[in-house]
């Protein structure tokens, strides 16, 4: 036994001794990277932050490029660093802290969006109804499904003619400062009264046999009113796939600019999955109309007629069904950790709503918002001086900002009721939002909130940083006119955050 069993000491002196053999055929930089630790970087006094951050944006290569960078306590004292920080920048979508803020104070964290059914005259036997829309950007088809069971239950069977009210918000539904080439996306809708899926109504395409053109379908065929020009095309198994949607109109210029043509062009390999292009609604109160009939039809409701009304008096017609967006404590998470505009340029026009000369004059709901937006921002210390507002959402390239007025902000909301709400609607560095996938594995992960932006040539990010070994701090970076990937500007403003999370008391 003792000659076909090894004794357990020479079965362990084996095994070592094939370990070793298997770690030597291993490649020496393989070898390093399995037992070498992650490097730890050191921390840095307060008085070497200028020098290091200087060392990091005064690269040759990016010394050409505008930076505006202020950091200091989060008091608003103890400035540690300042590269022209009352100079004038061009924000990008910083400019939804902003629009969050005074929507804080100015709506009410509890506050809420409601899409109101009334109940009309009637004629004969049959309902007359009017649908109100106070820009609800979280309503959805489900949303008007609940609508139709509550008049359902209401024992509503039969409608003679509904009208509907889109006049909530006054003005232009398109930021006439919004860029051309941004109009066909759904990232840049028609903002109105009468809101459904955020005005946008995904395309989806599919390969079909090689060589003939792609598949698409609409999420919504109802909602549906382009015509598509297909000129796509399905690729070979594992070619680089490429599938592009260009509009030749938008709703506020079908008639100037041309018909509302989608061009659909590019490639999509045989074996590719599917791809989703979201677009906008061409026309949302149409197809807001549309989807309210159908979803009547859906609960066994047949409806008659359908209209336009223009700001019917409803202080005496009884609410028979409504619906609730959720608070707008949750809309200003939505708005600042996916940055999403839609919901941004519909809390600007919400506190346009509420400014006293909304309801006796003819002035831009958004032109009020922007008024009131200004006088809530100098009311807390925000020199009026150091920006300028066109929209919302920071879709514009009309706002300017100056890093100073970010921090600011963002040091009088930290001392507020709500600042704590606020803050808490900040993605995370490394772990929601937009800021998911960034300063992830650093030091930096988890103790940055901040709002990011970014278009062509703007990159910029300002919030809140909690340095383990140094006193709370607030920020703000925008960097204008560069002319390298976004990605990769994004990289060095990351690498400036890692050195503010490096920072001891010294």
């Known amino acids: ?197 955020q005005n946008s109504n995904p395309l989806t395409v599919s390969q079909q046999q090689i060589g003939m053109p792609l598949k698409y379908t609409w999420k919504d065929p109802s909602l549906n009113n382009w015509q598509v020009d297909n000129q796509s095309v399905t690729a070979p198994v594992d070619q680089n796939s490429n599938v592009n949607a260009f509009s030749s109109a938008v709703p506020k210029v079908i008639a100037i600019f041309g018909k509302p043509i989608l061009k659909l062009t590019g490639k999509l390999a045989k074996n590719a999955a599917p791809n989703q292009i979201d677009l906008p609604v061409l026309n949302p109160t149409a197809s807001f109309i549309s989807a309210v009939r159908q979803s009547l039809n859906r609960s066994g409701i047949t409806v008659g007629s359908t209209r336009l009304v223009l700001g019917q008096n409803t202080a005496n017609l009884p609410e028979i069904a409504m619906i609730n967006s959720p608070p707008i404590a949750e809309l200003i998470q939505e708005t600042n950790q996916h940055s999403n505009n839609v919901y941004a340029e519909i809390l600007l026009r919400s506190i346009g709503h509420t400014h006293p000369e909304h309801n006796t004059g003819n002035e831009d709901t958004s032109n009020l918002g922007i008024a009131l937006v200004k006088q809530r921002l100098t009311e807390i210390g925000v020199n009026p001086q150091s920006y300028r507002i066109s929209d919302g959402s920071g879709l514009s390239r009309h706002n300017l900002v100056a890093p100073i007025a970010f921090t600011q902000l963002l040091s009088a909301m930290a001392t507020t009721p709500t600042g704590q709400m606020y803050r808490d609607s900040l993605p995370v560095a490394g772990i929601s939002g937009s800021l998911k996938n960034r300063m992830k594995g650093t030091v930096a992960q988890g103790i940055v909130r901040a709002k990011t932006g970014s278009m062509s040539g703007v990159v910029s990010l300002s919030g809140y940083i909690n340095p383990p070994q140094y006193s709370p701090l607030i920020f703000s970076i925008i960097l204008n006119q560069h002319d390298r990937s976004t990605s990769q500007m994004v990289k060095v403003v990351d690498e400036i955050m890692i050195l503010l999370a490096r920072l001891k008391q010294c």
């Open 1 to 197: 036994m003792q000659q076909l069993f090894p004794s357990r000491q020479r079965i362990a002196i084996t095994y070592g001794w094939l370990l070793v053999q298997l770690f030597t055929m291993i490649p020496a930089r393989a070898q390093q990277q399995v037992i070498t630790p992650p490097q730890v970087l050191p921390a840095i006094c307060a008085n070497q932050l200028p020098i290091a951050i200087n060392a990091i944006i005064d690269r040759p290569e990016l010394r050409r490029y505008r930076w505006g960078i202020v950091v200091q306590g989060l008091g608003g004292t103890n400035q540690l660093y300042n590269r022209d920080g009352d100079r004038l920048f061009i924000p990008a979508s910083n400019i939804k802290l902003i629009t969050t803020a005074v929507a804080l104070r100015q709506l009410g964290a509890t506050a809420r969006l409601r899409t109101s059914i009334y109940q009309l005259p009637s004629t004969g036997s049959l309902s007359n109804l009017l649908v109100v829309g106070r820009g609800d950007p979280s309503l959805t088809v489900s949303g008007l499904q609940s609508i139709a069971q509550q008049l359902q239950q209401r024992g509503i069977k039969q409608i003679g003619q509904i009208s509907f009210d889109d006049s909530y918000f006054r003005g232009e539904q398109i930021n006439s400062d919004w860029e051309w080439g941004d109009l066909s996306t759904d990232y840049a809708p028609t903002i109105n009264s009468l809101m459904l899926n």
